[in-house]
């Protein structure tokens, strides 16, 4: 049974940081590369970030570079999204990801987390 269980959501000020959290079980972690995916009301889902199964990559959508963070440790089957300078448009239903990864290669083989609300407001 794979399970993806995220936490660290909650109500922030415009300005605001938050540390999201996803425990991974029930898959060998370290063979698999990670994403944080959100969905707003209205708006399909978005990739956030990605970290390959190492740690040695990461990638993030424009509207998030250098404001949040996407690490992993895999002694704790654990991946983190640091997110920092938060604005209302970062809104949203934050998805953990889970992506099979064949030394470079990156199967179509995925697993979901439930999610975890996120709202950015003054």
């Known amino acids: 049974q794979v399970q993806l269980v995220e936490s660290g959501g909650g109500l922030v000020q415009p300005g605001g940081s938050l540390r999201l959290s996803c425990a991974a079980s029930g898959i060998t972690f370290s063979s698999y590369a990670m994403s944080w995916y959100r969905q707003a009301p209205g708006n399909e889902r978005e990739l956030v970030a990605t970290?390959?199964?190492?740690?040695?990559?990461?990638n993030y959508a424009d509207s998030v570079k250098g404001r949040f963070t996407i690490s992993r440790d895999n002694a704790k089957n654990t991946v983190y999204l640091q997110m920092n300078s938060l604005k209302p448009e970062d809104t949203a239903v934050y998805y953990c990801n889970a992506q099979f990864q064949r030394g470079t290669y990156m199967t179509q083989i995925r697993y979901w987390g439930q999610g975890t609300q996120v709202t950015v407001s003054s």
């Open positions: 970290i390959t199964s190492t740690g040695g990559r990461t």
